[in-house]
């Protein structure tokens, strides 16, 4: 026995489809019988509900008409209506404000769910409900088959409207009508991007479980996982690294690692490395991750790079080392971590600078204290031939000086040699000096005195010390201090 049947026609008479009697009864039964009708045509037709015009005996049926099996129906294709520029414009607005009565009420005109100003300077109307979250409105859209990858003039889609404002819900939706996943605006983001930047967990975990690519690096140079580790989104990060991302890809400047240490981050850290970052990863410029962390200064950083055997003593291109950088901007607890871990001291950049040489010009007493108390080299000299101890006078600081019993403080500069590097300027410049505690065992001190540009080289004079000065047992510690300079 063969089941009825209704068929729909167009007005021609070619049969557009011919429903069973259990889809039929289904429709039927819906709130609204002819919209749903329409529905099951369109997936049929590809034509959008809101192109139709169901007839019954050329009378219009209503969306929430009753339906029987007996009539005879027929569809009509509607051609879009062109509309003004205000109207346009209140079309989007409705759209931005997720209002759903009146963006059915343009859609059933029928408008086009694309319409958008000449110029193309107001976003469209699917990345406005995009943007401000309306998914009932993004569904309407989506149903008037309005184009998911229309951009706003900074090249952004809807779906990336969505996952920067942690509009889940709507991203989900997007994903599945199939939204293209990694589109990249202008700047390089893709919405796997701006979720990892922002730190949107859940946002993450949608776009990777419907396959967003984790190395999309585009115009930014950066990958997801170098933005979630700069930002320290930790949850992010270990979502990323789950699906694989790659740990050592540079962007620019930097890894994932390097962009982490730089910023304090070190749960962060802790994952990367555990996923086996390489923490000797080397970037442009020749700095490393452990670089970073010291010019920054995070003494936790630094001992988690060190206990997974970073380098100690990595030299950058221009020569400088992580010792030089901690110390150069007086993170004296980074300093302490590498000298303790064993770096090199007296590791010279290329100009032959030490970091005594850094410590001293900036006047870091306490820098230099422990500097000496590793033992660092006094009588190291830059390559313009620069002792800290000349440093430190011409920035009219204290330096301590040198160690044990005996031991001698000597001035190393000499006026030519500074006329050969510095173009004619003289040694120390006028400035007078004055030992304020013991230099010799036999109880001399020594004055050095040098003068102005024209005058004669340094003289080294010998003189009794004061009785009020006598030696102490901690005479290894010695103060310079400068003196205003005599009339």
Known sequence: MTSMRTPIRFLSGEIVDELEADDFDAIVQAEKPVMALKRHLAALTGIPRFRQQLLQDRIHLLDDASLTSDLELQLVILDFQPIDLMSILDFILACCKGDAVQVEEFLQKPIDPNSRDPHKEVAAPLWAAADSGSLEVVRLLLEARADMESTVQEGSTALQAASGKEHLEVVRELLQAGANKN???LNGFTALKLASSKG???????????????????????????????????EVVQELLASRADTNATAGNSTALHLACGNGHLGVVQELLKARADQDAVVQDGKRPLHFACIKGYPDLVRELLVAGADKNPAARDGHTPLHGATAFSHLEVVRELLMAGADENAAKGDGCTALHLAAQGGDIKMTRLLLEFGIHTESQRHDGATALYLASQGRYRLPKSRGPGAEVRLTERVGSWKKAQAGREA?????????????????????????????????????????????????????STLRHPN
């Open 428 to 480: 120390i410049c006028g400035a007078r000096f004055a030992l304020q505690q013991p230099v010799h065992e036999d109880g001399q001190a020594l004055v050095v005195t040098q003068t102005r540009r024209g005058c004669p080289k340094p003289d080294f004079v010998q003189a009794e010390l004061p009785k009020s000065c006598s030696r102490s047992s901690e005479s290894s510690t010695l103060l310079w």
């Open 200 to 234: 949107y967990v859940e946002v993450v975990q949608e776009l990777l479980k419907a396959g967003a690519e984790t190395e999309s690096l585009g115009r930014n140079d950066k990958t997801a996982l170098h933005l979630a580790s700069l930002k320290g989104h930790l």
């Open 183 to 185: 589109a990249a605006a």
